[in-house]
């Protein structure tokens, strides 16, 4: 984000500018051009600075020349406001259902990196931690097609909250489970709404950009990427640095940050009462 900027001041101000901002003001292309270039702003300035000190050499500007122009002036266009309200709002939405793809990626893959400390805090071998990680597995297997059916005649955004919630309560257990064979139940809960949530998030985000479903579901799904890449390695950090009950803690408290976004930011629809998994 420019300058630094906490993403969630970010999510905030692009909600608020597309709720009282962009509804009323048209984008012409100076401001369209303007605001590019303040995403990166160090960059802008650094491109500026190595055009003035090329412009003795005229086979070396050649080159970008086109691109130059097209950065400058001749690529920018002016947008209606309502297009540029509904594109931040496409964008927070997105934003809060990926926190809880987040959310569900890190506490899927970190518990694998977590085993040795599962087995001390336990008293378990580390082949009985390995049966909580199927058990998440099989909750994930069993919730899928369970809760897709249990919710096919629930509005998607009440679906996703349901869902959230649920996997609020199975990680807030796990963190407070008191022994192996309450633990092994706990994860097992967690898992039921991990596949319902994503296909739910995915149709959610595919019906807000219809023309473009795939870089919707993209976003969605980019949360257990980031998960991945961020997420597990500072799980494992909190796990060794505390606890690992810490780290089931933070989890269930992302689920609930992304069940009350989702319910202040995700649109209204209306629940189809024909509609079956079955057919």
Known sequence: LPLG??????????????DHVFTRLPITDTMARTGFQLLDPVKTVRSRIDFVRQLHDRDALLPREDQRRFLEADGWVAYAGPAVADLLK???????????GFAIGTTEFAAMSLEPDLARGLGVDAPAVGHLISAYALGVVVGAPT?????AKVPRRTALIILMLMFAAGNALSAFAPGYDA???FRFLAGLPHGAYFGVAALVAASLMPERRTTAIGRVMLGLTVATIVGVPLAKLLGQWLSWRYV?????ALALTTAAL??????HDRPDHDASPLR
């Open 5 to 18: 900027i906490p993403a969630g001041i970010a999510i905030k101000g692009a909600g608020f500018l597309a």
């Open 248 to 252: 089931f803690g933070v989890v269930a």
């Open 262 to 267: 989702v319910a202040a930011s995700a649109p």
């Open 183 to 185: 633990m092994l139940a």
């Open 147 to 151: 809760l897709a059916v249990a919710l």
């Open 90 to 100: 496409q964008f927070v939405v997105h934003n809060r259902m990926l926190t809880g």
